[in-house]
């Protein structure tokens, strides 16, 4: 009896060494270089969130901060490699609305899910596009490009950054809502898209403000409206489409941070706050809103229920419209 009671004991310091450690291991966190995968390529608004973000971070968190772009499939393969990475709070993400809300109904397969695969931290903010047409168009409004389509059923043409991107997106929302019939064309990015737009070969974009903006202020291209619920702050006197006679119209691209499932609540919820503190510093406010994003900063639970929505939002919107890839 008295050997059974010794190895009892024994047991139980065991058990309570292990938490013990568990909970130091816990609290020391980061003890090492943490990993902000960026599923785009470089230069782009992600990478450049990315990194302004992490260089403040680090800091922070009293650790460095390393950038990695993993860039391909609409950012599928640098998510991928995230939700499979150990939850540990070592690695993370910035996701989009490409990453985690689009691509789930635009892709026959997804190796990843963007809702189970990952814990919500931070919605970074928002990014609405804005309809753009050349500044010889004949179009001033957006009432001339609905009658122009009406009149005459794809002979209105806009290019996009590519199929199942929000340009892309954003133009069969406007045909849902208004019944004008218009002709999708994808190019291989915004640069593209922009240069086809300045040469005549495409109507109108709904383009990014990031990339946008520039061209509107150098007199190349005329803005017609954004698409966010709100004037965009970047371009105050231009409408919104609901303002210019689509109520309800609303399509806005999104940055967020996310890490692996199952990392620990205590690490999301430190980074969630930490990095909610870093986007409202007058500085990087300042920095986001010169890149046309309007800053957030929601928790893990509103990142979630924002994230689920948006899911939900454009996965109807895919299928009605019978949008693929091309």
């Known amino acids: 009896m008295a050997f059974r009671k010794y190895i009892a004991a024994l047991s139980c310091i065991a058990a309570l060494g292990s938490a013990a450690v568990a909970v130091h291991a816990q609290e020391k966190w980061p003890a090492k270089p943490i990993t902000y995968v960026v599923p785009f390529a470089a230069g782009g608004t992600t990478d450049i969130l990315g990194r302004l973000i992490s260089s403040k971070?680090?800091?922070?968190?009293?650790t460095t901060m390393v950038v990695e772009n993993k860039a391909g499939a609409g950012g599928n393969i640098g998510s991928d490699l995230v939700a499979k990475a150990r939850p540990d709070g070592y690695t993370i993400l910035g996701g989009t609305i490409s990453s985690h809300?689009?691509?789930v109904s635009l892709y026959p397969k997804l190796p990843y899910d963007p809702v189970r695969s990952f814990e919500p931290v931070t919605l970074i903010g928002?990014?609405?596009?804005v309809l753009v047409v050349n500044a010889n168009s004949p179009h001033r409004t957006v009432a001339d490009v609905i009658a122009a389509a009406k009149a005459r059923p794809e002979a209105v043409s806009f290019g996009s950054s590519g199929s199942g991107t929000s340009q892309h997106l954003a133009g069969e929302l406007f045909q849902s809502m208004t019944g004008a019939k218009l002709l999708h064309v994808p190019y291989k990015g915004s640069a593209p898209a922009m240069q086809a737009l300045l040469g005549g070969e495409v109507g109108m974009v709904f383009e990014n403000i990031v990339a946008a903006v520039p061209l509107i202020e150098a007199g190349k291209i005329r803005a017609l409206a954004v698409t966010s619920a709100k004037r965009a702050t970047g371009l105050p006197n231009v409408p919104t489409l609901a303002e210019a006679?689509?109520?309800?119209?609303?399509?806005v691209s999104w940055q967020a941070v996310f890490a692996p499932a199952g990392t620990p609540q205590a690490i999301t919820q430190?980074?969630?706050?930490e990095i909610g503190r870093i986007i409202h510093e007058p500085d990087v406010k300042a920095q986001l809103t010169a890149l046309g994003v309007e800053a957030s900063g929601a928790g893990p639970a509103e990142l979630a229920a924002f994230q689920k929505a948006e899911v939900?939002?454009?996965g109807q919107l895919i299928r009605s419209a019978n949008i693929t890839l091309q």
């Open 126 to 129: 928002t990014l609405p596009n």
């Open 245 to 251: 006679g689509l109520p309800g119209y609303e399509i």
């Open 312 to 314: 939900q939002k454009w």
């Open 270 to 273: 430190r980074l969630a706050t």
């Open 57 to 62: 971070l680090g800091p922070a968190l009293g």
């Open 101 to 103: 809300a689009i691509n």
